[in-house]
């Protein structure tokens, strides 16, 4: 298929497109190209990711130490605001970044005040780190409540439901790993947890830059996860998480990144303003250069989540289409309806 391509009122080049993903189209040479059926998980890689590999290595080697203050430092808070911005927040938030979603969820958890407020509501359709490690915790006394997804429309009912005084955080997705589910009412649950003094966290690892969220009342206090894996084919290795303006807790589980300024030592122990206080440690910042080129390649082609949002739902709502034309739609657990259906 060649030329433009018609995508709700704009159009790009598909052939231009496609060649820009040489490498993971035909990985090897003379190879025939090949289809990859994999967006769900391993998303292809646009060229650009490999320059950005060497970019990364050529900067180590004409930097040095001195990469971390000239090069990546300034990169990083390039890839924050952008990434804020396909997250639906506002560029200039607050952001911290890791290697997974787990490591930033769990450095969240050991900032609440459990003594006081013991209890935490999820639902059981968490994907598999957040699920393990809640459930590990509800072994050593930590009261999980685990709010059935299951039916789906009347999951947010559940949820406020489940929101009650003494919960100290709030932990669930936007869209549901399992059947691609858009939470309802996302703005109000958060809300909700918000005024009963609970952290609110909310896994948007499966909706960002495919699904655009309208956080609502829900911006002011919310945490978001979220990382590069999957539909924003930046690879491993980035995760991120959005931390609201004016946060002051002090996780337990923290890296000498998060607070430069008490290197010189002198008693107590304290953190950075911003995303900063929820650092770890020396990281390999290679996933930033990728994470940098690929943002550009999505704005290149002047790919926004909505416009992804809309090819994403052209091509599953094609997928029903044969499916129910073979007789296997009955085996599909993702909505039907386009607005309750995720990537």
């Not at 009412?185 to 909706?207: K, N, S």
């Not at 926004?304 to 073979?326: C, E, F």
Request: with cysteine; net charge neutral.
């Amino acid at each position: 298929m060649q030329g433009d391509v018609e995508q709700q009122g704009f159009s790009f080049d598909l052939g231009a497109l496609r060649a820009a993903y040489s490498r993971f189209l035909a990985p090897a040479e003379g190879a025939a190209p090949r289809i990859l059926l994999t967006g769900h998980s391993h998303q292809a890689w646009p060229d650009v990711a490999r320059d950005a590999l060497a970019a990364c290595f050529d900067d180590a080697a004409r930097l040095v130490d001195d990469k971390w203050d000239d090069a990546v430092f300034p990169k990083r808070a390039a890839v924050g605001a952008a990434i804020l911005e396909r997250m639906g927040f506002d560029r200039g938030d607050d952001i911290a970044f890791g290697q997974n979603t787990h490591e930033l969820a769990y450095r969240l958890i050991s900032s609440l005040p459990r003594r006081d407020r013991p209890r935490i509501v999820t639902t059981d359709g968490e994907f598999h780190s957040l699920r393990r490690q809640l459930a590990r915790l509800g072994e050593d006394g930590v009261e999980i409540a685990w709010v059935s997804v299951e039916p789906r429309r009347t999951l947010a009912d559940r949820l406020l439901a489940a929101l009650a005084p003494g919960t100290s955080m709030l932990a669930i997705s936007a869209v549901l790993f399992e059947s691609a589910t858009v939470v309802p009412r996302l703005d109000e649950i958060v809300a909700r947890a918000a005024e009963i003094g609970a952290v609110p966290l909310v896994d948007a690892y499966h909706a960002f830059n495919v699904v655009p969220i309208a956080w609502g009342s829900a911006a002011p206090h919310v945490f978001a996860v979220a990382g590069g894996y999957k539909y924003a084919a930046m690879g491993e290795g980035l995760c991120w998480m959005r931390v609201p303006r004016g946060c002051a807790l002090r996780p337990a589980f923290t890296g000498w990144f998060a607070d430069f300024g008490a290197l010189a030592g002198g008693g107590g122990v304290g953190y950075a303003p911003g995303g900063a206080r929820f650092a770890g440690s020396t990281f390999d910042p290679c996933a930033l250069y990728r994470a940098a080129a690929v943002l550009e390649h999505w704005d290149r082609f002047g790919l926004t989540v909505p416009r992804l949002r809309a090819i994403s739902l052209r091509q599953t709502g094609r997928i029903l289409g044969h499916l129910d034309a073979a007789g296997r739609g009955g085996d599909v657990v993702s909505p039907r309806e386009p607005d309750r259906r995720g990537g």
